[in-house]
């Protein structure tokens, strides 16, 4: 079983900064994509980045510029830095991790953590 844990959200002004940590514990296999999406309220989720365990990276339009998507040095860590943030960036941003192993594909998800940019 693999589990997600985020931290970091939390309350921000507009123009300020944030990053989300999550780290992932269990067995996942070494091809992977992490990635961190985000459900505003009364919206769908939504992707906003991901990162292959190759490095490389993707990233929703509207964050390109101001989100950052890296891996941490400690294994099946990743970070999110969200920078110049805007009201419309509050949402419950969630970390998700895929990976295909004996031809099975899985997916987890974090609990999620809120992200409130406000003044």
């Known amino acids: 079983q693999v589990q997600l844990v985020e931290s970091g959200g939390g309350l921000v002004q507009p123009g300020g900064s944030l990053r989300l940590s999550c780290a992932a514990s269990?067995?996942?296999?070494?091809?992977?994509?992490m990635g961190w999406y985000r459900q505003p309220p009364g919206h769908q989720r939504e992707l906003v980045a991901t990162?292959?365990?190759?490095?490389?990276?993707d990233y929703q339009d509207s964050v390109k510029g101001r989100f950052t998507i890296s891996r941490g040095n400690a294994k099946n860590t990743v970070y999110l830095q969200m920078n110049s943030l805007k009201p419309e960036d509050t949402a419950v941003y969630f970390c998700?991790?895929?990976?295909?192993?004996?031809?099975?594909?899985?997916?987890?998800w974090g609990q999620g953590t809120q992200v409130t940019v406000s003044s």
């Open positions: 998700n991790v895929v990976f295909s192993r004996n031809d099975v594909w899985y997916h987890y």
């Open positions: 269990g067995s996942i296999s070494p091809i992977y994509t």
């Open positions: 990162i292959t365990s190759g490095g490389s990276t």
